[in-house]
Antibody, heavy 122, light 108 residues
Framework: QVQLQESGPGLVKPSQTLSLTCNVS??????????WTWIRQHPGKGLEWIGD???????YYSPSLKSRVTISVDTSKNQFSLKLRYVTAADTAVYFC??????????????WGQGTLVTVSS | EFVLTQSPGTLSLSPGERATLSCRAS???????LAWYQHKPGQAPRLLLY???SRATGIPDRFSGSGSGTDFTLTISRLEPEDFAVYYC?????????FGQGTKVEIK
């Protein structure tokens, strides 16, 4: 079955760009039918949807982060990536990648990666 | 933006007891477009239910969901030791997709 695994630096300096990659295994990202998503969880808080991408490159972003976020896809590597610019301490969180169903216009998330903690600190 | 409010924040129960978790939406959720997830520390969140009441693949039937409009419920009929975790609801009726803040089910 499809599995997802996040990777990237665990520490980012303020004002710099957070960059994470999600590797998809057990299935092809470009087979269609799903969006590929980034979600984060601030320490001790709930979950926040960041945005997602279709294999064709079509994207949806959260309005609250849209000005700083870029999600891209590399079908040759079966990966998708997140870039979050101008980070502050408020961007410290566990970042998850997930697959979003498109049975409806939007959908549920299944499966998820285990998440990776990114700390923003100088 | 939809706000989902889950209650209670923490539920202290013993194995074998029934757990009832609530998720209330700030607006009516289209067509019961609501999902529930289980999350244990250090693990990937797991989809339990979608469409408010449809169990995901491999989810035991002790997990059930109900509700429509603005009020939804996740019920765990008899708690097993592996069920102690944090549970989140999520609406997918409109963008931005939003989650509740979670209910922690802990061992009493």
């Amino acid at each position: 079955q499809v599995q997802l695994q996040e990777s990237g630096p665990g520490l980012v300096k303020p004002s710099q760009t957070l960059s994470l990659t999600c590797n998809v295994s057990g299935g092809s990202l470009s087979s269609g039918g799903y969006y590929w998503t980034w979600i984060r969880q601030h320490p001790g808080k709930g979950l926040e949807w960041i945005g997602d991408i279709y294999y064709s490159g079509s994207t949806y972003y959260s309005p609250s982060l849209k000005s700083r976020v870029t999600i891209s896809v590399d079908t040759s590597k079966n990966q998708f990536s997140l870039k979050l610019r101008y980070v502050t301490a408020a961007d410290t969180a566990v970042y998850f990648c997930a697959r979003r169903s498109t049975v409806t216009a939007y959908g549920w998330f299944d499966p998820w990666g285990q998440g990776t903690l990114v700390t923003v600190s100088s | 933006e939809f706000v989902l409010t889950q209650s209670p924040g923490t539920l202290s129960l013993s194995p074998g007891e029934r757990a009832t978790l609530s998720c209330r939406a700030s607006q009516s959720v289209s067509s019961t477009y609501l999902a529930w997830y289980q999350h244990k520390p250090g693990q990937a969140p797991r989809l339990l239910l979608y469409g408010a009441s449809s169990r995901a693949t491999g989810i035991p039937d002790r997990f059930s969901g109900s509700g429509s409009g603005t009020d939804f419920t996740l019920t765990i009929s008899r708690l097993e030791p592996e069920d102690f975790a944090v549970y989140y609801c999520q609406q997918y009726g409109s963008s931005p997709l939003t989650f509740g803040q979670g209910t922690k089910v802990e061992i009493k």
